[in-house]
């Protein structure tokens, strides 16, 4: 991809690896929920991409359902206080979830929204994360279906940007200044 002057990307994780794993991760959740009303809930914007790929690797009829979280302000952004900024449109009364993250790093936002999604009624609450920063965590969170762990590095790429861009990348990559 074009990058502008200053800058180029450095493949971490290649398309053909993903697509791999989401694979993978797709036949463990098509037998872990058979039988089960299962519904996806993506975390935006981040997990776009990951959804996509993955709601169809998974041999099941799914729902798929979006939120949208941010934190609130910069100062309180370690506080883990979040709020929801576009809220599920239906209900998660008898359904088991399986909330859809491209990446954890902190752990805050998963902490928040796997306890808020808790209290709301499913019958089931996990977590399933592209990828997974461990050495960045503030708050444990379980992460059930986990693709990649990384080191603390910043990535773009597969959903995650930076300054809104690159979020179309087939790949994981880390931005290097030149
Ligand atoms: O574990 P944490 O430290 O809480 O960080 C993880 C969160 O950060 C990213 O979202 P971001 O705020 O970049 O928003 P975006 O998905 O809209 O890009 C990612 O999608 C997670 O939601
Ligand atoms: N784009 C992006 N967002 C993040 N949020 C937490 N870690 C990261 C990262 O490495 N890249």
Do not use: W
Request: proline share 2%; with cysteine.
């Amino acid at each position: 991809m074009r990058t502008p002057a200053d800058e180029r990307l450095e493949v971490m994780i290649g398309e053909r690896d993903i697509q791999e794993r989401v694979a993978q991760l797709g036949r463990r959740i098509t037998l872990d929920y058979e039988g089960k009303d299962l519904v996806l809930v993506a975390i935006l914007k981040g997990s776009f991409v990951f959804v996509a790929d993955l709601a169809r690797a998974i041999d099941l009829p799914v729902a798929v359902d979006f939120m949208a979280v941010s934190s609130y302000g910069m100062s309180t952004k370690s506080s883990g206080v979040v709020r929801i900024v576009k809220d599920l449109d239906y209900s998660l009364d008898q359904k088991h979830v399986l909330v859809v993250e491209d990446i954890v790093d902190t752990g805050l936002t998963l902490n928040y929204i796997f306890g808020h999604l808790k209290s709301r009624g499913a019958m089931s609450v996990k977590i399933c994360s592209l990828l997974d920063k461990v050495g960045r965590r503030q708050v444990a969170v379980p992460v059930h279906y986990k693709g990649f762990e990384i080191p603390d590095e910043f990535v773009v790429g597969y959903g995650l940007d930076v300054e809104e861009r690159y979020r179309n990348l087939k790949d994981v990559c880390r931005v290097v200044k030149i």
